[in-house]
């Protein structure tokens, strides 16, 4: 996969500066594909989405990520650091394994199918409106116990582990120990706004010491760039 350029990191930020989290991860890796047609990745399973999410990161900045979280209980400051390589799949299927359960049948949810459990009024509704999305059976109005939902859930992480990335933490101020989720697309997002801001610093920069357009300064390339910038600033 090959990263993306700067004017299409400056066309990312700018759309996706207003857009939910689930639209700007869409946004990110549609860009890096744009052989798919329409809203394709939409439809891919959420592991795929987030192993090409990760893969994209990992050529862009690199595969190392550092960060920090708070610890729930004190709000000590955690430094961690995770490989992004690790979260991309060995093989990127395109077809959306079933999940088959007592003799029922689901397929693996999509961002679609996030977009509309999101917009249930009482949250709780949410995982049972997934779990009903993903319902291939022709009961479509079947209700569902707690219990079927903990045990399709399971069997779904299992199909697609790259779905959600669990990681434990422990803090060594108080001893808690918690898990959290880790979102890639909230730390990839820091990293494409600062990007994208310092592009447009540069842009600035060259603009005002040679008068060059934002389409002339884009098109170099970066050493070039930099050699400019290097003599303006001195």
Known sequence: MQGLSNREVIEIWERGDRLHPLDRAL???????????????????????NSALAELRSTM?????????????????????????SLVADDDTEDNRPVVLNGRTFRLPTSRDLAVAIREIDPANAPFRLLQNCYLGEDQDRVWSDLE???????????????????????????????ETFDLLQFMWTEIDAAAKQTLRDVHTLASAYGWTEREILGLSWPRRAWYLSMVEQ
């Open 61 to 85: 900045f690199g595969p190392l990520l550092n960060a920090w979280i708070g610890c729930p209980q004190c709000e000590e400051k955690l430094e961690f650091q995770i490989d992004t390589d």
């Open 27 to 49: 946004l990110v890796v549609a860009a890096a594909h744009p052989e798919m047609p329409g809203n394709a990745v939409a439809d891919w399973a959420l592991g795929r989405r």
């Open 149 to 179: 939902l903990e045990e399709v859930g399971e069997s779904m992480a299992a199909a697609d582990p790259l779905a959600e990335t669990r990681l434990a933490f422990s803090c060594p101020n108080c001893g808690h120990n918690w898990d």
